[in-house]
């Protein structure tokens, strides 16, 4: 199946929450992408005299307690929260559409095997999880990024598992096994290409989660560490100030809503746009 | 003549466990002995649930048989290893029956076609090219369709796509699993028609599976009609098809509605009779009209009704 730009087009003028969904990944893309050019200050520099200003024209999202211009440290977040949110989703499906595959096609003991590791993890509350392992890997953005990902495999294998056993069965993959086709082929080339739809709408769906999640543990000091510009640590920062300089922590905050609301408004998107019974 | 493919007294199992542990074995083939001679078709016909696609996916091994030995050209291939099978799998190919879920949505035909020859390992990509463009034509579509995808074609059109790819290995035997059940009556000679032009050309050998008493008529050379798992009479198409020697072949014939005389509905009900329990007698006991005490007793043997005409029953 071929998706023309035409169709992905069309779709986009029917369906509204598809495009605002890419007009705000594109948009987050783009400043990450862009920061150091559309920043006027660094970072990290600090400007104790200029201190938690509201708003203004010289500091559009007002400074921070360290005299930070918020604005700044909000657009190198994005930086930091794609480029997490993108390698969770990618490696963790990645590794779970590895083992997935294996547990689909191979069946019996080795599904039961993947299967019970799978069910195990899934079965511990995903941000407690990810908890726990953060703190037992020790504090920091790779380690939570680790953390994240491992809770996130299981939603991939469940996946793909799915998707292989009814492909599996399906005549073009038996006519695949009479030409003598090896396994590993059959699901490289007949199997993962034919489930990508799902697993498409999944990540970027997941980007979305991931970004959250990752939020979420810096929030609670475990992910990256102040003074590093990472949305969800500005906010713990900020929670104190909350009361008198709500653009500290509001504006981090809105940053987090449009990316994760971008996403899922766009994986919902994709969902339509892969569809083969949407017409052309 | 040395058969090409010979089948015997094949035997295929199904286990079934339940929620408590416990199985049960569903017996789809109970030893079934055929024998096709190279250049010959031999078609198959028998009702829903028969056994017939178990049969072709046993000799394509896609499924191991339980028991039973499958020799081509003298060699027993029923039970040799994957590694060993792969340079036989190019002698053999099928032909599905729905031409919707046979190709790959996401491969064009190029793809589709050159894959086989991908897996051999043989050929140059464009030697490979060219290979898939006369296989193409042998099936009377246009080179031009090489970058299309499976989609854009019709049934008939996909029909004819998986016989092309099943040809690419340049296979002795074809198994055609009802493979114009799914297609019009107009579409369905277009396909029958390329079948015994390319069997011609070829010399190809079909193992032709169909419920469709027209068309294994049209097609094959000897008909096998089968009745839950087991071979019920075998011979030249027009003896089983004129005249029948065995009561379900008779069944199956009067079955068959024929434009301008009123259609009197088969006794189904008989169908619904549990015969599972069939260990040595004839599994067409309970639905034979003919049945008497030594039918449940015996298995019959195959009596000759004339020299090649075999027929399974104490009366035939």
Redesign the interface.
């Given at each position: 199946?071929?998706i023309s730009p035409k169709k992905i087009i069309g779709i986009l003028e029917q369906n509204t929450l598809t495009l605002i969904g890419t007009i705000m990944v594109v948009f987050i893309i783009f400043i990450g992408v862009a920061a150091p050019l559309i920043c006027p200050y660094d970072p990290n520099l600090m400007n104790i005299p200029a201190r938690l200003q509201a708003p203004s024209l010289a500091h559009f999202f007002g400074t921070d307690e360290m005299g930070s211009d918020v604005f700044t440290r909000v657009i190198y977040g994005a930086r930091i929260s794609i480029t997490v949110g993108l390698s969770i989703v990618v490696i963790a499906a990645g590794i779970g559409c590895f083992f997935g595959s294996i547990s689909g096609y191979a069946g019996g003991k080795i599904d039961r095997i993947i299967m019970a590791a799978t069910d195990m993890v899934l079965s511990f509350p995903s941000m407690v999880l990810a908890l726990a392992l953060t703190a037992a890997m020790g504090p920091g953005l790779f380690n939570t990024m680790l953390a994240v990902c491992i809770v996130r495999i299981p939603l991939y294998v469940r996946l793909m598992r799915g998707q292989v056993l009814a492909l599996k069965e399906?005549?073009?993959v038996?006519?695949?096994?009479?030409?003598?086709?090896s396994p590993a082929k059959i699901v490289l080339?007949?199997i993962i290409?034919?489930c990508l739809t799902p697993l498409l709408v999944q990540m970027t769906l997941g980007i979305g989660d991931a970004i959250l999640i990752a939020s979420s543990m810096s929030f609670i000091g475990l992910g990256a560490q102040p003074p590093t510009p990472e949305w969800g640590a500005m906010i713990a920062t900020a929670r104190i100030y909350a009361i008198d300089q709500w653009w500290y922590a509001a504006f981090p905050g809105l940053f987090i809503l449009i990316t994760v609301m971008g996403f899922n408004l766009l994986g919902d998107g994709i969902r339509d746009i892969l569809d083969?019974r949407s017409k052309d | 003549m040395e058969p090409l493919l010979e089948i015997r007294d094949l035997k295929k199992t199904f286990k079934i466990k339940n929620f408590f542990g416990s199985t049960t074995e569903v017996q789809a083939l109970k030893g079934i002995s055929l024998s096709i001679a190279k250049g010959e078709s031999l078609g198959i016909v028998g009702e829903s649930g028969c056994g017939k696609s178990t049969l072709a996916n046993l000799i394509?091994?896609?499924d191991e048989p339980t028991e039973g030995s499958i020799i081509l050209d003298g060699q027993d291939i029923s039970h040799i290893k994957e590694k060993a099978?792969?340079k036989l799998?190019?002698r053999?190919?099928?032909v599905?029956q729905?031409p919707y879920?046979?190709?790959?949505?996401?491969?064009t035909v190029e793809e589709i076609l050159t894959?086989?020859m991908c897996?051999e390992g043989v050929k140059t990509t464009k030697q490979m090219r060219d290979k898939a463009v006369e296989l193409l034509e042998l099936v009377g579509m246009r080179s031009s369709n090489l970058s299309r995808?499976p989609?854009e074609f019709s049934g008939g059109q996909r029909q004819r796509l998986?016989i092309a790819?099943a040809l690419?290995?340049e296979p002795d035997i074809l198994l055609l699993d009802e493979p114009t059940s799914a297609l019009d009556v107009s579409v369905q000679a277009q396909v029958l028609n390329i079948l015994t032009s390319l069997q011609k050309q070829m010399n190809l050998t079909y193992l032709f599976i169909s419920h469709n008493l027209a068309v294994v008529k049209y097609i094959s050379n000897r008909t096998a009609v089968m009745y839950r798992g087991k071979v019920m009479e075998i011979g030249p198409s027009k003896n089983i098809l004129m005249s029948p020697a065995h009561p379900y072949t008779k069944k199956l014939l009067e079955a068959v509605p024929i434009v301008g005389k009123p259609f009197h509905q088969p006794d189904t009900e008989d169908g619904s009779v549990n015969d599972g329990d069939i260990v040595d007698g004839c599994s067409y006991y309970y639905r034979c009209p003919f049945a008497e005490k030594r039918c449940l007793e015996q298995q019959p043997e195959f009596l000759a009704k004339e020299a090649s005409h075999l027929v399974a029953c104490w009366k035939g």
């Open positions: 199946m071929i399906m005549q073009y038996r006519a695949a096994r009479t030409f003598g086709e080339r007949h290409p034919n083969p | 394509i091994r896609l099978l792969r799998r190019s053999i190919q099928i599905f729905d879920s046979s190709l790959s949505p996401r491969m894959e086989p897996v995808y989609h998986s790819r690419t290995t």
